[in-house]
């Protein structure tokens, strides 16, 4: 990745090889995501000052294939009176123009949040800024985070702006011909828990795999714990499967679902004119309930991999899956897998702690599997199916693990798991754990803090049945190296 490397230390987390970090100061949600004449675009809230949340701007990186970041000068900076919380950017669909029409939070130091507009036609680096901004402003101090959205089942270009009023639990749906004017067709919600606030949404228009004449719209949300006794469980991400008529959202499920399982996946949206219709989002990996402590410099704050959503019909109901970038199942195969027998003795593989595992094994034959990562920190990860459960539980324990914040000790889990074969994908980045489960029917991702050394992984399983493995390091973006295995008898230990 072209981001300077910060100070490798035992007392700070090891960047991330092969996710989008900045290269200094604090980061968090993704914004205004767009792809354009071959480059993916991504924008990021942003405090050019510090370490620390605060002087809210817009910083910006782009990439040609999602892998390899070059990050640019800040695009929007705060102002005197103004920060600039999180938005969406829209490319123009008229084939004769290379316009970008920006939406975005000002929030202004009396309070109050409202939406401003910015235009670009540069491709994304320098923009003029309307004159008349605040161009939606409701009076509010919880109005925030506008997600344009094409609509593919117009007649012409209509846009919608989806927005929330945090607070109320809320999401606003306006529409537009022009991206400039804008008329409140709906809202959606309040449902589910009461004490936390909505926000950064998102709607998205997929296909059903193998059915292409059955399509759904699916709405995103990222809900955050607020009140005297927050939930330690901390922030997390949701959807609903729906329908919208261009005027309103109708659900198809009736309550939130997690889109993803672990403690720090948050504020993802997807890229506005992905190519070949794909519905590709990216997440800030932290929370906010121990973000301003994760020990990380000069940086702080990661993104996800860009996952590709999808909805496909399992055991007669229609799922969302979530697959990562392509280039992480490149680097999988360049393991041809071996069937691997384990037991009391545990099959152990010694990695960089930039590494991919991937695990598949019949449930009656090795019953419950368990996948455990160590460091050198005293802070471990296990990684367990339980079959009679039906469920993955990731817990990360230890001393560095307790050091970090009194919530970050955690066990996630995904529950619901009915199949007779599981298949775990295990993405580990440093301190950053992403766990696909049975093709990305359920995720799992997690800060982790295993140090800056080489990391242990052991599997072991609850009777000697066959567990198919495949196991790399990433030694560059472009290649992976094979791990072999060694066997140790962890039956004495």
Known sequence: ??????????????????????KRNWMNDPNGMVFDDGTWHLYFQYNPEGPDWGNMSWGHATSSDLLNWTEHEVAFPHQPGEQIFSGSIAASRDPGERVFTAYYTSAYDDGRQAQSRAISTDGGFTWQHDDTNPVLDRGSTAFRDPKLVYNPDA???????VAVEAEARQVLFYSSRNLKDWVLESTYG??????VVWECPDLVHLK???TPDEHHWVLLLSTNPVGSKPDPGGSSMSYIIGNFDGHSFTSEMGELTRLDYGRDFYAGVSFDNAPESRTVVVGWMSNWAYADVIPTAPWRGAMSLPRELLLREIGGEICLVQEPAPFVRTWVNQDTGTDQECNESALEFRSSGHSIFELGWETANAGAVTLVLEGETESYVNITYDPDAREVNVARSGNAAEAIHRDFPSISTAKGIATDRIRLLVVLDGPLLEVFINDGTHVVSDLVVLGNGGVSASVTSARPGPIAIRAVDVTSPFSATVLDPVETDRSKS
């Open 208 to 210: 059903v795999a193998g």
């Open 190 to 195: 309040p449902i589910g828990n009461e004490g």
């Open 1 to 22: 990745m072209t981001v300077e490397q910060g100070p490798r230390n035992n007392e700070q987390m090891p960047r991330p090889a092969f996710h989008f970090t900045p």
């Open 155 to 161: 007649d012409g270009d209509l846009w919608i702006l």
